[in-house]
């Protein structure tokens, strides 16, 4: 089974400052997704960024970009030039991509960003 | 607008009785999923449908019921077999269900003991 493995609860940044969220999971598939959601205060999920196993490069979306490390299975979210509207818990989930199986999300515990002026 | 909606917003539930939890979405998704979220953990899955009339139990499916007669729906039951039903419930779906798309969640539903 896998896991997902996000050992910071809590990270406090200032207003235009850069912030690193740590992700870290486990699994024995060699293709998969990776995912990042962002969940602030109205409770609702927001996908943030998305990343595929297979390629190498890092993803990025705006401020938002991933830190991919497939051989060490990290995959870490920096967020630069932080607003208020980041506050949010962060949440790192997991896609295993085998046909026959079911493409099922399994999460990690969250990391409660806030975002201070 | 096109969305996936979740009712009622807030749900109280008596000792002992069923409650239904209502997911609708007009994105055309395939598959459907519902997530239970507690304090301090990650969301866990409690069942998923791939298609209509057809569903999977997920790691937490005891005291759940679910039915996917229409593929716009996926309503959740808690049972009066679920002993500690307060928490936080996310529908979501995606389409197709083997692709690489993303799940995309409705607003949620908040369950608490009367």
């Known amino acids: ?117 | 607008d096109g969305g996936i909606t979740q009712s009622p917003k807030y749900l109280f539930r008596k000792e002992g009785q069923n409650v239904t939890l209502s997911c609708e979405q007009n994105l055309n998704h395939d598959a459907m999923y519902w997530y239970r979220q507690d304090p301090g953990q990650g969301l866990r899955l409690i069942y998923y449908s791939q298609i209509v009339n057809d569903f999977q139990k997920g790691d937490i499916a005891e005291g759940y019921s679910v039915s996917r007669e229409k593929k716009e729906s996926f309503p959740l039951t808690v049972t009066s077999a679920q002993k500690n039903p307060t928490a936080f419930y996310l529908c979501a779906g995606k389409t197709g269900f083997y692709s690489n798309q993303p799940q995309h969640f409705g607003d949620g539903t908040r369950l608490s003991i009367l």
Do not use: H
Not at chain 1, 49 to 75: C, D, G, H, L, P
Not at chain 1, 76 to 85: A, R
């Open chain 1, 1 to 117: 089974a896998q896991t997902v493995t996000q050992s910071q609860p809590e990270m406090s940044v200032q207003e235009a400052e850069t912030v690193t969220l740590s992700c870290t999971y486990d699994t024995s598939e060699s293709n998969y997704y990776l995912f990042w959601y962002k969940q602030p205060p109205s409770r609702q999920m927001i996908l943030v960024i998305r990343q595929e196993a297979y390629k190498q490069q890092n993803a990025t979306e705006n401020r938002f970009s991933v830190n991919f490390q497939k051989a060490a299975k990290s995959f870490s979210l920096k967020i630069s030039d932080s607003q208020l509207g980041d506050t949010a818990m962060y949440f790192c989930a997991f896609m295993r991509i085998n046909t026959g199986t079911a493409s099922k999300l399994t999460f990690g515990t969250g990391t409660r960003l806030q975002v201070t002026l």
